[in-house]
């Protein structure tokens, strides 16, 4: 059984490896908005990290724009 601080250690380190690459992509493509590390936790505990995993850079944008973020 894997404790609960074990657990978060991993969801953090699966966070942090999101959001470097929506910033390599912000980056890359020349796009707008920075999203910091902490509003990226934000959003990935509203609409869960794995669905977040799987979004483009555009696509998350589009989310907080839809939801008014």
Known sequence: MVN???K???WEF???RVHHRLEQERITHRKG???SLYFLKKIAMR???DLLKEMSYDEV???LQR???
């Open 33 to 35: 908005y920075k999203i």
């Open 8 to 10: 978060y250690e991993e």
């Open 61 to 63: 944008v589009k989310w």
């Open 14 to 16: 699966l966070a942090e």
């Open 4 to 6: 609960k601080t074990k």
């Open 47 to 49: 609409m869960g990290l």
């Open 67 to 69: 939801h008014g973020l």
